[in-house]
């Protein structure tokens, strides 16, 4: 399978808690986005990379959210000290910079409890 | 601050009938996407809208992009159950993507 794929697809932790989520985007995609979806909402947009550079992060990105992406492949998203309010589907998504066409993976569905 | 509008939010259609949803956005942009969401899934891609007038159709869906009017829309033929399931469009803003509310859309037999 070489679409995005994300670990692990669920996370249920208590509040206080540190998590740490995996997306590995499809091979030859340079972009690698995260985003934030709530029931009954569209995905919010939290950060993206080009290789391994951040280029943009979203306000709604608090100091307790860091995203990485070490070698210009996979990435990681960490939320510190997780409240209840950071319960929500995760999502990574990646492109090619030509024409963003962005390919979603699984996500990961965080519970704080 | 980019903002996307999707209307309806909520669409129940008969099997056979047609229809359009509207995606509307406040900013200059001339790339436009369209995903399909399935309930506990994750999103997949419908079309790529790169330029002012593109239109695209796969199968019982068309959609469209006026840039000048800041619109897109995405119409429906002759629906099928299959098509239920949530459509989003979404907005590149210097690629910050900005995603609409979604449509969410029932059909019925």
């Known amino acids: 399978d070489t679409g995005v ?6 996370k249920i932790t208590k509040r206080g808690q540190n998590v740490t989520f995996r997306c590995d985007p499809i091979s030859e995609h340079n972009r690698l986005y995260w985003y934030r979806q709530t029931l009954g909402q569209g995905p919010e ?3 993206y990379f080009q290789n391994e550079a951040q280029l943009e992060k979203s306000r709604l990105l608090s100091d307790r959210f860091s995203a990485e992406r070490p070698k210009g492949s996979f990435s990681t998203l960490e939320i510190q000290r997780t409240e209840q309010g950071d319960s929500a589907m995760y999502l990574c998504a990646s ?15 965080l519970t704080v409890l | 601050e980019l903002k996307v509008e999707q209307n309806p939010l909520f669409l129940s259609m008969q099997e056979g009938k ?4 509207y995606c509307n956005y406040s900013t200059t942009s001339d790339r436009l996407y369209w995903y399909r969401q399935d309930p506990g899934k994750s999103l997949e891609s419908l079309f790529v809208l790169l330029s002012n007038g593109a239109v695209k159709q796969e199968g019982r869906l068309m959609a469209s992009l006026d840039t000048k009017a800041r619109l897109s829309t995405l119409h429906i033929t ?5 098509l239920s399931a949530t459509y989003f469009c979404a907005v590149d803003n210097n690629n910050d993507m900005r995603f609409g509310a979604g449509t969410r859309l029932t059909v019925k037999p």
Not at chain 1, 5 to 10: G, L, M, N, T, V
Request: hydrophobic share 30%; glycine share 6%; aromatic share 12%.
């Open chain 1, 5 to 10: 794929s994300q670990d692990p697809r669920h």
């Open chain 1, 45 to 47: 947009f939290l950060t």
């Open chain 1, 95 to 109: 492109s090619l910079a030509t024409n963003n066409e962005q390919f979603f993976g699984p996500g990961t569905r």
């Open chain 2, 18 to 21: 047609n229809y359009t949803i």
């Open chain 2, 78 to 82: 002759a629906a099928v159950h299959d």
